[in-house]
């Protein structure tokens, strides 16, 4: 039945496109209201397991209110309540963010994204900087320490603490209400998610990567329109939809 999952899912190149700037992102319209349904037929047990901020995330979904782990799990929203990262508490990282802005100034689409408990560094804009742009993500994390370490993702690196990882909240909503003793499944799209993966997987639950690369998900769909259509599917006919390469 599907009373008995628990649904976690990217943000990023799973549920919404890839963009070339990251505050372009933008939401389906009725992706909230698809979400909403599938939430109730799974008794709450749906969560949003991003990179991104939750308060970036809950004004991209307003006025509904989803489960959340942001940053990589350094804050999380479970059955809600909340638990926020605190920036002040990362001094080293903030004048490691001043640094960054300084260091790519005058290289034209090499963007710093300021998440407050991270920062990421993106190239999207100009593939040409890659190099320079991992040599100077490289540069920071080891002037950093040991607290430290870089998520690599899609034209993106970013540095965060060495605590944070998809996997590891996983975990954490699956020891809690209504996630415990539900079988987990994990959508997503990129290296970020792979750890995500490998935690569901050893669940003995469903990992669904979203595009191509190489991968340890169990299935795979083309596209972000791919998985809303089953999304759709699931909440309106109350079929799990992941049996295959579609739905």
Same mark, same amino acid.
């Given at each position: 039945?599907?009373?008995?999952?628990?649904?976690? *899912?990217?943000?990023?190149?799973? *549920?919404?496109?890839?963009?070339?700037?990251?505050?372009?992102?933008?939401?389906?319209?009725?992706?909230?209201?698809?979400?909403?349904?599938?939430?109730?037929?799974?008794?709450?047990?749906?969560?949003?397991?991003?990179?991104?901020?939750?308060?970036?995330?809950?004004?991209?979904?307003?006025?509904?209110?989803?489960?959340?782990?942001?940053?990589?799990? *350094?804050?999380?929203?479970?059955?809600?309540?909340?638990?926020?990262?605190?920036?002040?508490?990362?001094?080293?990282?903030?004048?490691?963010?001043?640094?960054?802005? +300084?260091?790519?100034?005058?290289?034209?689409?090499?963007?710093?994204?300021?998440?407050?408990?991270?920062?990421?560094?993106?190239? +999207?804009?100009?593939?040409?900087?890659?190099?320079?742009?991992?040599?100077?993500?490289?540069?920071?994390?080891?002037?950093?320490?040991?607290?430290? +370490?870089?998520?690599?993702?899609?034209?993106?690196?970013?540095?965060?603490?060495?605590?944070?990882?998809?996997?590891?909240?996983?975990?954490?909503?699956?020891?809690?209400?209504?996630?415990?003793?539900?079988?987990?499944?994990?959508?997503?799209?990129?290296?970020?998610?792979?750890?995500?993966?490998?935690?569901?997987?050893?669940?003995?639950?469903?990992?669904?990567?979203?595009?191509?690369?190489?991968?340890?998900?169990?299935?795979? *769909?083309?596209?972000?329109?791919?998985?809303?259509?089953?999304?759709?599917?699931?909440?309106?006919?109350?079929?799990?939809?992941?049996?295959?390469?579609?739905?």
């Amino acid at each position: 039945m599907n009373e008995n999952y628990a649904l976690f *899912l990217d943000f990023d190149g799973t *549920l919404v496109d890839i963009v070339e700037r990251p505050d372009a992102v933008a939401v389906e319209p009725e992706l909230p209201r698809i979400l909403t349904r599938l939430k109730e037929r799974l008794g709450g047990a749906l969560a949003i397991i991003s990179g991104r901020p939750v308060a970036f995330l809950d004004g991209r979904f307003a006025p509904h209110r989803f489960d959340m782990a942001g940053l990589h799990g *350094l804050e999380h929203r479970i059955a809600g309540r909340l638990s926020m990262c605190d920036p002040e508490e990362h001094p080293a990282l903030r004048e490691t963010v001043a640094r960054l802005n +300084r260091i790519v100034a005058d290289k034209d689409g090499v963007l710093i994204e300021d998440k407050g408990c991270s920062v990421a560094i993106h190239w +999207r804009l100009a593939p040409h900087e890659k190099d320079f742009a991992l040599a100077t993500a490289r540069a920071a994390v080891e002037a950093l320490g040991d607290n430290y +370490r870089i998520q690599y993702g899609k034209a993106v690196a970013e540095i965060l603490p060495s605590a944070a990882g998809k996997g590891k909240v996983i975990e954490r909503f699956l020891e809690e209400s209504p996630y415990r003793g539900r079988h987990p499944i994990f959508v997503g799209d990129d290296l970020t998610d792979e750890n995500g993966f490998k935690t569901v997987n050893a669940h003995g639950g469903l990992s669904v990567r979203i595009g191509p690369g190489e991968t340890v998900a169990k299935v795979r *769909l083309g596209t972000p329109a791919d998985l809303r259509h089953c999304l759709s599917t699931w909440a309106l006919e109350g079929s799990l939809p992941f049996r295959g390469d579609d739905c």
